[in-house]
């Protein structure tokens, strides 16, 4: 599976962006699609994630209420809408398709993902 990210942008603090994810293949129902972030210097970080058969969902404590993750299943695609925007939120933020069949597979864990889209930078001004 083949992923496009796009979406990013700079944009001021308690602005709004939104992330999209295209996938170049159908997706098995048994993939979770999700988003990671990388600040300079850091480590990749998950973000969100959401199953793609049923569509539950995933989140950092710190974006819980400020991020949503969305699918549309007929587009292959899955968004993330970044609500009241804060500087920490800066980063390159990647969308990746993990099989949960697999073992040893866990959502928040980047290693455990198949695919990989190249980034999208985000900067939230302060």
């Known amino acids: 599976v083949q992923l496009q990210a796009s979406g990013g942008g700079l944009v001021q603090a308690g602005g709004s962006l939104r992330l999209s994810c295209a996938a170049s293949?159908?997706?098995?129902?048994?993939?979770?699609l999700g988003w990671f972030r990388q600040a300079p210097g850091g480590e990749r970080d998950f973000v969100a994630a959401i199953s793609w058969s049923s569509g539950s969902t995933y989140y950092l404590d710190s974006v819980k209420g400020r991020f949503t993750i969305s699918r549309d299943n007929a587009k292959n695609t899955v968004y993330l809408q970044m609500n009241s925007l804060k500087p920490e939120d800066t980063a390159v933020y990647y969308c990746?398709?993990?099989?949960?069949?697999?073992?040893?597979?866990?959502?928040?864990?980047?290693?455990?993902?198949?695919?990989w889209g190249r980034g999208t930078q985000v900067t939230v001004s302060s």
């Open positions: 293949a159908r997706t098995f129902s048994s993939y979770f």
């Open positions: 990746a398709a993990g099989n949960s069949g697999r073992v040893g597979f866990t959502l928040r864990n980047s290693n455990k993902y198949d695919s």
